[in-house]
């Protein structure tokens, strides 16, 4: 029996709020999961992954589903702000014990990837992402004739899958940062981001998907390159993030479970 709260606000000014799903023999000792949904920063929301977060919570972990800011209303940096504000509530909340910032993980979804991979490299918790796009300076510059829409086939006819996927991969981009800036655009790459605290991290993509796989290599030998390791885990097909998610939820948690397991 998973017990489910609701609405729990984190900013009053925002009017964000998380869902927390309790193990039923939840304790003290209950490891903390963040689960960061997906939607390309424009959709998506918390209920849309209740039945993942039920599942997270008979898995053994405390799991909080917040919600953030999203776009067009509210542009970059405005989710990765959120997700830092949640953190910092989180770890100050009675939700959690003192010193319990080792006891955190986290899984992301998509975008929710990477927003997770930002927190994990300010904060260290173990992360796995499913699908996280990492690159978006580098691709637009390389897609100028790209048409960007959330539904290119009803939009302009296309039934190209790759295409399909550029053409949304470029909307849902453009939509979050709200310009073509490459100095913005640069920004919200994840090798801009602060790693000085990134963890232990495992990466799970598709061989052709939304998320170019080139890119996910790229951002790998990126970490290496300071020394930070990455598990990534490439499996068959074309699925994105929450397509796949179900499947490999048990590899995911193993090696959070792991991870946990050697840092006690």
């Known amino acids: 029996m998973v017990v ?34 997906g939607g390309g920063w424009f959709r998506g929301n918390k209920k849309s992954v209740k039945n993942l977060g039920v599942d997270l919570a008979n898995a053994g972990f405390m799991t909080f589903i917040p919600e953030y800011s999203l776009a067009p209303a509210a542009t970059f940096p405005a ?51 499913w699908s996280a796009p990492v690159e978006y300076s580098t691709w637009i510059k390389n897609h100028p004739d790209v048409k960007a829409s959330p539904a290119a086939k009803d939009d302009f006819g ?5 295409e399909i996927r550029n053409s949304f991969y470029k909307y849902f981009t453009l939509t979050y940062t709200g310009t073509d800036d490459e100095r913005v655009l640069q920004k919200l790459d994840a090798r801009s981001y602060d790693f000085t605290n990134l963890g232990k991290l495992m990466m799970i993509n598709s061989a052709a998907e939304l998320t170019p796989i080139s890119t996910v290599l790229d ?37 959070l479970y792991q991870t946990i397991k050697r840092q006690e």
Do not use: C, R
């Open 79 to 129: 989710a990765h702000d959120d997700a830092l504000h949640f953190v910092n509530w989180l770890i100050k909340s009675d939700y959690t014990d003192k010193d319990d910032a080792k006891n955190i993980v986290q899984i992301g979804a998509s975008v929710g990837g990477t927003m997770a991979l930002y927190v994990a490299g300010k904060y260290g918790f173990p992360t796995v992402t």
């Open 219 to 255: 951002f790998v030998k990126f970490l290496a390159q300071k020394n930070l390791g990455t598990q990534l885990l490439v499996i068959p097909g074309h699925g994105h993030a929450m397509d796949y998610g179900a499947d490999y939820l048990d590899e995911s948690l193993d090696f």
């Open 158 to 162: 296309i039934t190209d899958p790759q």
């Open 4 to 37: 489910i709260k609701n609405n729990v606000v984190y900013d009053e000014g925002k009017k964000l709020s998380a869902d927390v799903y309790y193990p039923n023999d939840t304790t003290s000792s209950t490891k903390i999961l963040i689960f960061w949904h």
